[in-house]
């Protein structure tokens, strides 16, 4: 088959493919929930190696008996130019979905209760599912919004320098020389700040010295610089600028006020010292200012003096020592002039909340190159969302969005405005003139070649792409809930940031990210309003005229629209014009206008004459003379463009304006506006450039146009609901049924997040498992419920997630469903204290198995519920409340060892430990989860606690079990089948037990690509390293077939340890030859994977070893092994490389004998402790070598050797066999256990 997309008769159908392991499809317009493949993810087909770009869900169009119905396909992958859409049986059988190929019914997909699913038919050779003609253009399916979502990992921003210099604000060439390794996704170089003449206009200063202050305070939000900036009034009606700059990290808050009164600023700090104490758990200690405050201000000296604030105030007019305030100012305020360029100047608000951001996040050079923003945060700031500031934006109508006015199909569907800030790392502020609004966007394509140049010419340009309706009802005002202009957490409100890095806030408030929002909209009640903007305000500039004059500013009309006075002539306003504009004539004659024309523009005349359209507009200005009438207005004019005209002239050309300096007036919202999600969700669209009316596509012989394609791609959430409704009551019936049981094999996959169990099929029982694990929490009392004002601010406040699992009984029927409370320990700080917790060995664990074979011990599990939380808590630890049951402005302190707490094993296995040694039981050296009583062993891993003792003790293990029992709470009590995975089946009569993995084979062997399975686990045919580099994808895939190997290799499948061992050795860089290894032990293991490991049958502590010598052609070391069998079974063995390279047969052999013999004393040990006695204290350890064995018994025999290491290795056996420890005996290497661990099996 040839992967040419467009010469394949079936590449826009989807075929049935047996051999696929993943779902794999050619059209990404085809993907819902779409999400870009990691880099390196690949897929092979034949021999051609296929990139994987992304992965989602798809939806099929399938026919069945009733008709037509939608399959849908989750974690399909995404490969562009692939031949066809491939859909994999494989995955399809985990559902409970198989094909019926019986020749007397049509061939079908049928489900687990063999209805009919859908209907097949044969084309080309091939099983079709669905079937689209090829005639069929690719882009026929219209292209999903969410291609790319908030999870979407960004690829780097890579620019040249000069960009990155404008997009961060004019910083300086040092700071962008440090900038890639102080941030994510950015990839630049420097540049010198006098190649930017913006650069060297606004950062002219005088030289001042600025000795910096003797500080004490190093903690971040102890020492706080304050200072206030006065500006002209802006769009609405701010004048002062607070910065409050955090010492410590540099870090900057930015605060608007309508006015510098002591009220407005003692309301404003309070605000600012709320917040921080709530949001980062600062206290400041220290306030520096300059001397306004005590000379100017009493009021506000009290206020902080109140507070128990130490004020720190500059000498009078001398602001230079005010160091740590006014530099940030003038930096913030170079930021500023280097980045407005020709924007009005009435947006210095918006310009300087955007240079205080970037400020936050330009290296420094006192931080050591680092940010205010990684100081603060303890992470790198992402910036690959970052654009050169003022560029040209284009963001999508609200019109397109709603899919109204569809009869105006060529209209545009996009305003032209400017970037002037960062809402958050994927929401913009974008200025659009022509409506006189600054919006909120994450659907915005930039051009960052362009910039607003400030001339009327490119205002009307940009007007042009409005139609009237929409000039004259303007944009709508969008909001979400109400974050006022006063707003100074830059970082935490309109700059809040969510990133996949971001694990770990430190020291940041405990309330969830949910409710940040509801905070910030609170926050700034007490503030008092600024003053309203007049309703048709502009924001009035100048057209300066040839003689260099100004004249008036349009705002000394404010006031004036109802009525304008002109020769005693009177306008009067019309009340069902909407968007009309009207400008007044000075010469004595009347303008009138159509009223049929909404958004009507009007030019107001100096001269005496009336005002006509020029030809050079298009028509898009448009004069109409009625001759007599009075010219009408709206009373409720907003957003309209006015421009005044010097000289007396009339004007019949707004071209002649284009090379003289000019300015416009806008009016904006009395508030900032930004997106409101809930009404406005068609933002998330990008650009749909198509006409939604076309056919596009047949299915089954019906037209589908456009819009209908999406509505049906896009699936509505009721129609999603309703099947999932009734897979829910039907799956309860059958969990209600005695007589129905469900495999595992097909349930769906686990949720991995609380927010995922709305969409999934148990996933009210998940549900009802959290509130049954929280109920015992309560019960055991593990947290106590606190405010998160009063944790100390230095506390790091954890987070926490559920865990989810089904549990099974011993066929893999599905038994329940289990929630576990995890807190996320790994966000602790590491300190000296040990961690560490003693688990059971497999070795140990086998010994005891065989000892219970051979004596026929019982065997009574039980598991301790939360068994953690049983033990106290040693330290002081907070964490946040869990997912789906959080209150706002609590927290949770810890007083029992939750799980994912670094302690917690340690803490719960001193625990356990110290209760069973008060009920009399005594340590096992050897073995730290073993104890034993009077012929009574009790071991555990973790919560699984089994105790094992003859029928004779059988009265008293009931009541030790009893006295367990009162202390924790335990579950089972019945005869041992299960531990850690493994099957444990007993024929007692015959004193025999067996270990099977076969469960957890099954699982992994998923991971293998389907091949035949081979006779054994490994070719005889070494591997050798892989001469190329491996994918990042590549190794962790490979990683995770050896660790999955390495479970049943070193617990019950003993016959892959050579296999596994080998494998291993590629774990750093694999190569295909590699993969293709792996993936044939998983398969044999597949094969075989009734094979248990059987335990008893004999009386006798059996060890023997073996050495492959040079072996391993690359390093020329040698493979060792040993086996041991206690009472017939196995019950430890090692497959590994020696550490050194030795030069003979002999020392190789002599090295694995001694790794034998030191294994097998400590098990005889182990045995010893457990007051198991054998019929020879003394160990016998077979060997194929003479020659060694020699060396061991023979009293003149010496090793001539020069390897020191070897020579203490054979002095320490010798010495070891003359004392009578061990025993060395010959044994052929065909009768030897160990000869098959260190060489591939023959078939």
């Not at 002062?240 to 808050?253: E, H, K, M, N, P």
């Not at 026929?856 to 068994?867: G, M, P, T």
Request: with cysteine; aromatic share 8%; proline share 4%.
């Amino acid at each position: 088959m040839s992967f040419s997309i467009s010469k394949y008769p079936l590449c826009n159908s989807a075929i049935l493919d047996t051999g696929s392991t993943v779902h794999i499809f050619n059209q990404i317009s085809r993907f819902n929930n779409f999400r870009a493949a990691r880099d390196g993810d690949f897929l092979w087909a034949g021999d051609n190696k296929v990139p994987i770009e992304g992965f989602g869900d798809v939806d099929v169009e399938v026919t069945g008996p009733s008709g037509s119905s939608i399959l849908r396909l989750y974690d399909a992958a995404f490969c562009d130019n692939f031949a066809c859409n491939l859909i994999s049986f494989n995955e399809l059988s985990k559902l409970g979905i198989w094909l019926d190929t019986d020749p007397n019914r049509h061939m079908s997909l049928r489900r687990s209760d063999r209805s009919v699913l859908a209907l097949i038919k044969q084309k080309h050779g091939q099983l079709v599912v669905e079937d689209i003609d090829e005639e069929f253009s690719r882009h026929s399916f219209l292209t999903r919004r969410n291609k790319f979502n908030s999870y979407t990992k960004r690829n780097p921003q890579r620019a040249t320098a000069d960009i990155w210099h404008l997009r961060l604000g004019h910083p300086g060439p040092q700071a962008l020389e440090h900038l890639v390794n102080a941030s994510q996704g950015v990839r630049i170089k420097g540049i010198p700040t006098h190649k930017c003449d913006l650069c060297a206009t606004a950062k002219a200063k005088r030289q001042i010295r600025r000795a910096p202050r003797e500080t004490d305070v190093l903690e971040p939000g102890e020492r706080l610089a304050l200072d206030f900036h006065d500006f002209e009034s802006d769009y609405e009606g701010y004048k002062s600028l607070l910065l409050v700059t955090d010492r410590s990290s540099g870090f900057s808050w930015d605060y608007y006020l309508p006015d510098r009164t002591a009220t407005t600023i003692n309301c404003t700090l309070t605000q600012v010292f709320d917040y921080l104490l709530y949001q980062y758990g600062f206290k400041p200690r220290v306030i520096e200012c300059d001397n306004e405050f005590v000379d100017q201000k009493p009021a506000v000296k009290d206020f902080l003096e109140r507070k128990n604030l130490k004020l720190e105030p500059s000498a009078p007019y001398t602001q230079a020592q005010n160091g740590g305030a006014e530099r940030s100012g003038g930096v913030i305020k170079e930021k500023a002039r280097a980045m407005r360029g020709n924007l009005p100047a009435q947006l210095w608000s918006e310009i300087v909340k955007t240079a205080v951001y970037l400020n936050n996040r330009t290296p420094k050079y006192r931080l050591r190159w680092k940010s205010p923003y990684e100081r603060l945060y303890k992470r790198k700031p992402a910036q690959e969302h970052l654009r050169v500031y003022g560029c040209k934006a284009f963001a999508m109508t609200p019109a397109a969005q709603k899919k109204t006015n569809r009869l105006k199909k060529l209209d545009p569907r996009a305003w032209i405005g400017y970037l002037i800030g960062y809402t958050s790392s994927n929401v913009y502020r974008v200025w659009i003139p022509s409506l006189n609004r600054i919006i909120s966007t994450r659907d915005v394509i930039f051009d960052e070649d362009q910039v607003f140049d400030g001339t009327l010419e490119t205002l009307i340009l940009d007007v042009k792409e409005a139609d009237l309706d929409e000039l004259a009802q303007t944009l709508q005002r969008i909001s979400l809930p109400n974050s006022t202009s006063n707003q100074g957490s830059q970082q935490d409100s309109n700059y809040f940031e969510i990133d996949s890095d971001a694990h770990n806030v430190d020291n940041l408030t405990g309330t969830d990210e949910a409710d940040v929002p509801k905070y910030v909209e609170a926050r700034f009640e007490l503030l008092p309003t600024p003053p309203q903007t007049p309703p048709a305000a502009l924001l009035a500039a100048s057209i300066r005229e040839p003689g260099g004059g100004e004249t008036d500013h349009l705002s000394s009309l404010q006031g004036e629209w109802k009525f304008l006075e002109s020769g005693g002539q009177e306008a009067t306003a019309s009340s069902d014009l909407e968007g009309f504009i009207q400008f007044k004539q000075l010469g004595g004659h009347e303008a009138t206008a159509s009223s049929d024309l909404e958004g009507f523009i009007q030019f107001k005349q100096l001269g005496g004459h009336e005002a006509t359209a020029s030809s050079d507009l298009e028509g898009f200005i448009q004069f109409k003379q009625l001759g007599g009438h009075e010219a009408t207005a709206s009373s409720d004019l907003e957003g309209f463009i006015q421009q005044r005209q010097p000289g007396g002239s009339e004007s019949h050309d707004l071209t002649s304006l284009q090379g003289e300096p000019s300015s416009f007036a806008v009016h904006f919202p009395t508030s900032r506006s930004v997106m409101d999600p809930k009404k406005h969700k068609v933002w998330q669209a990008a650009f749909n450039a198509g006409r939604l009316g076309n056919t596009v596509l047949q299915v089954n012989g019906r037209a589908l146009d456009r819009a209908k394609e999406q509505r049906l791609l896009q699936v509505p959430k009721e129609r999603l609901e309703r099947p999932l409704e009734a897979a829910r009551e039907k799956l309860a019936k059958l969990l209600k049924d005695p007589k129905q049981r469900i495999h595992r094999s097909v349930l769906p996959p686990l949720p991995s997040r609380h927010r995922d169990l709305d969409d999934h099929l148990l996933g009210q029982y998940f549900k009802e498992a959290e509130g049954e694990h929280l109920k015992s929490h309560r019960e055991m009392g593990s947290w106590l419920e606190v405010k998160s004002k009063d944790v100390p601010r230095k506390i790091t406040i954890l987070d926490c997630m559920w865990v989810y699992v089904y549990k099974f009984d011993k066929h893999g029927y599905f038994k329940n469903c289990k929630a576990r409370l995890v807190v996320r320990g790994d966000q602790q700080a590491r300190s000296g204290q040990s961690t560490y917790a003693a688990t059971l060995a497999g070795r140990s664990f086998r010994t005891l198995m065989a000892i219970s074979a051979r004596f026929d011990l019982e065997l009574i599990q039980y598991d301790a519920v939360n068994a953690f939380v049983n033990a106290q808590l040693d330290e002081e630890v907070y964490m946040k409340m869990p997912p789906g049951h959080r209150r706002q402005g609590y927290l949770l302190r810890l007083v029992k060892a939750l799980y994912g707490l670094r302690k917690s094993p340690l803490l719960w296995h001193r625990e356990l430990t110290a209760t069973l040694k008060r009920m009399g039981f005594n340590s096992v050296p050897h073995e730290p989860c073993c104890l034993t009583l009077d012929g009574i062993i009790v071991f555990f891993y973790v919560d699984d606690i089994v105790f094992a003792y003859n029928q004779k003790n059988a009265a008293k293990a009931k009541n030790l079990e009893a006295q367990l029992q009162t202390r924790y709470k335990l579950t089972g009590g019945k005869d041992l089948q299960w531990f850690l995975g493994i099957e444990i089946l007993r024929d007692r009569e015959q004193l025999l037990i067996w270990l099977s993995q076969s469960s957890y084979i099954e699982k992994i062997g998923k991971l293998a690509s389907t091949t035949r399975p081979p006779m054994t686990p490994m070719s005889a045919i070494e591997l050798l390293p892989y001469a190329g580099n491996a994918t990042n994808t590549e190794v962790h895939s490979y990683q995770v077939k050896v660790g999955s190997l390495l479970y049943a290799a070193v617990i019950t499948r003993p016959d892959v340890s050579f296999a596994v061992s080998r494998l291993a050795q590629f774990n750093s860089n694999p190569g295909p030859e590699h993969h293709k290894a792996a993936d044939r032990v998983l398969q044999y293991l597949v094969s075989t994977s009734t094979l248990a490991l059987q335990l008893g049958g004999g009386d006798d502590f059996e060890v023997a070893s073996d050495a492959s010598y040079a072996d391993n052609s690359i390093d020329r070391k040698s493979s060792q092994a040993y086996a041991m069998k206690l009472f017939g079974g196995l019950i430890g063995w090692r497959a590994n490389k020696q550490d050194t390279v030795t030069t003979s047969t002999t020392e190789a052999e002599l090295l694995a004998l001694s790794q034998a013999a030191k294994e097998s004393i400590f098990v005889s040990r182990l045995l010893e402790d457990l007051a198991v006695k054998l019929d020879s204290s003394q160990i016998t350890i077979q060997c194929d070598n003479r020659q060694t064995i020699r060396l061991m018994t023979e009293e003149i025999a010496s090793l001539k050797t020069k390897l020191r290491h070897v020579d203490v290795h054979n002095h320490w056996l010798r010495q070891e066999v003359q004392k009578g420890t061990i025993k060395v005996t010959y044994r052929p290497s065909t009768e030897l256990v160990a000869d098959g661990l260190t060489k591939a099996l023959k078939s």
